[in-house]
């Protein structure tokens, strides 16, 4: 008759902390690198990592002196602990919001193409307007930005649209149209708007693999040639405008860092479309299970008060298919 390895204890349930300790490890894959992240000891971390087995009666990790890898099993139980954790902290978010609207720590994650252009001007009147809120920024791309919120890192996410939100619940704030941005001595910068339709895709650089911006303007340039066919992409907004300048190309840039003020300083030109005119929609998103919508409704409207140019429609908030 076979013996189970690890014989579990009757009636006892994982604990928040061990179910931590196996997510931590499932990401950093080492031991002593999960244990600092964890504030505790390497030998900590084991025995609950150990007790954890015990309990599920389970092998989740593989180990020996040279590699840490999990089960299978082990992973399906990571994503199920990530959920676990994620809500719990949901639990503790409604309690502290049933206190007080947009009160105590709130994690909200941005991506690089809005934080810098919407977040200053609004952030020193939402404190005005909520002074016990506590609001912890992180910046990242969005797909990282998804999978922080998924698993309970942060509470919520400004991101643009379009992107394959999947079951996250999503408040749309605002649309931000796309500029055309080039040097003062391009044709098309003497114009007062520019015609989609004139712009040649194969002039405008594009940001790297990874930031939704890019698939934007790569959308709004219509799918017939890849603008980034001629291989010159940049790491960010700063070096995006250097390549510009330096007469490399020309790019498409949201209005809201038109009206920021990103250009200042250079000797380019942004003008808007007159036709086809390209655009994204700003947006919070947030898990369904969340227990703060109180709180992401009131950030939500909020936000849409702030957009850089009067008149833009708020819009609905909707939950994606």
């Not at 990571?78 to 409604?94: F, K, Q, S, Y």
């Not at 040639?225 to 790019?251: D, H, K, Y």
Request: charged share 25%; aromatic share 4%; glycine share 6%.
């Amino acid at each position: 008759m076979l013996r189970s390895v690890h014989p579990p204890s009757p009636g006892a349930l994982p604990s928040l902390r061990q179910l931590r300790y196996l997510v931590v490890l499932a990401q950093r894959l080492n031991f002593r690198a999960a244990a600092e992240a964890c504030f505790v000891t390497q030998s900590t971390l084991s025995a609950g990592i150990k007790e954890l087995e015990r309990q599920l009666d389970a092998h989740l990790v593989e180990r020996d002196k040279r590699s840490v890898r999990l089960t299978r099993l082990g992973e399906q139980v990571v994503e199920r602990a990530r959920r676990l954790i994620a809500e719990a902290g949901d639990l503790v978010a409604a309690a502290r919001a049933g206190r007080e609207p947009l009160s105590g720590p709130f994690r909200l994650g941005v991506i690089p193409t809005i934080a810098p252009f919407l977040l200053p001007a609004a952030l020193p009147p939402l404190r005005e307007r909520f002074p016990k809120l506590e609001l912890y920024l992180r910046e990242d791309l969005t797909a990282r930005l998804l999978e922080q919120l998924r698993a309970g890192r942060i509470e919520a996410a400004l991101i643009a649209l379009p992107y394959d939100t999947g079951e996250l619940e999503i408040h749309e704030l605002f649309r931000d149209e796309f500029w055309f941005v080039a040097r003062e001595d391009d044709p098309l910068a003497k114009l007062k708007a520019v015609a989609m339709e004139r712009l040649d895709v194969n002039d405008v650089i594009l940001l790297e693999e990874g930031h939704c911006l890019r698939e934007h303007a790569i959308t709004a340039c219509g799918a017939a040639r890849e603008p980034s066919s001629r291989g010159i992409e940049a790491t960010s907004l700063p070096t995006l405008l250097q390549m510009v300048e330096g007469g490399l190309g020309v790019t498409l840039l949201p209005e809201i860092a038109i009206k920021a003020g990103v250009l200042n300083g250079t000797n380019l030109i942004a003008r808007p479309f007159s036709t086809r005119v390209p655009a994204r929609t700003l947006a919070l998103a947030a898990r369904p299970s969340s227990a703060r919508g109180k709180d992401l409704g009131l950030l939500a409207e909020f936000l849409s008060q702030r957009r850089q140019r009067p008149g833009i429609p708020a819009l609905r908030r909707r939950k994606s298919a």
